[in-house]
């Protein structure tokens, strides 16, 4: 995130790209520090992780959009424009959840594996359907939580293959109460 801030923040699409790619990465870079191999299940993760992180990127711009523009940031939404930039994150958010689902279609996955995926899909929908609609600062905040919560129900979510229900509700239930306690404590926007 440092590299992104220091050199792609402004860089419009190039910046939406190289961002989630790092955070992508991080999962493959992980599995070979631990096991010396990336399992085949992985990427599966690496994919939707990239197009999750890239469709929210893009979404989430608009909650500076004004402010981007006036200091001269060049965003994916400044730079190709609002609609084709909300037609992309909707494209790569949608492609996301296809390969999110493929683990469970192909048998790799207990069905528990879709309780995840589906709370990460319904808090997608409902936070990023306004901004469809209508592209205020407002819309992209609440596009922002939306992405933070399904974040945290995507990221750990391939771990229902290796783990029972309980343990991954435990992973990823902990983090979610604990952050939103903390972000609502702090009242600070991010």
């Not at 190289?18 to 070979?32: C, E, Q």
Request: hydrophobic content about 55%; overall charge positive; glycine content about 10%.
């Amino acid at each position: 995130s440092h590299l992104y801030n220091a050199i792609f923040k402004g860089k419009g699409i190039l910046g939406s790209i190289v961002l989630p790619l790092g955070i992508a990465t991080m999962s493959i870079f992980g599995a070979v520090a631990v096991s010396g191999k990336v399992p085949s299940i992985l990427w599966y993760g690496f994919f939707g992780v990239f197009l999750y992180d890239f469709g929210a990127h893009i979404a989430t711009t608009f909650k500076d959009i004004e402010l981007d523009r006036s200091v001269g940031i060049v965003t994916t939404p400044i730079q190709i424009g609002v609609k084709p930039a909300l037609f992309l994150s909707t494209i790569a958010t949608i492609g996301a959840f296809i390969v999110f689902i493929l683990p469970y279609a192909l048998g790799k996955a207990e069905p528990y594996y879709l309780i995840w995926v589906g709370i990460a899909i319904g808090a997608t929908f409902v936070t990023r359907f306004p901004l469809l609609f209508k592209q205020t600062q407002e819309n992209g905040y609440i596009a922002l939580k939306g992405a933070f919560i399904s974040e945290l129900a995507i990221y750990p979510c391939l771990i229902g293959i290796i783990f029972s229900i309980n343990t991954t509700t435990l992973i990823i239930l902990i983090p979610l109460f604990l952050s939103s306690i903390l972000l609502e404590a702090s009242n600070q926007r991010v």
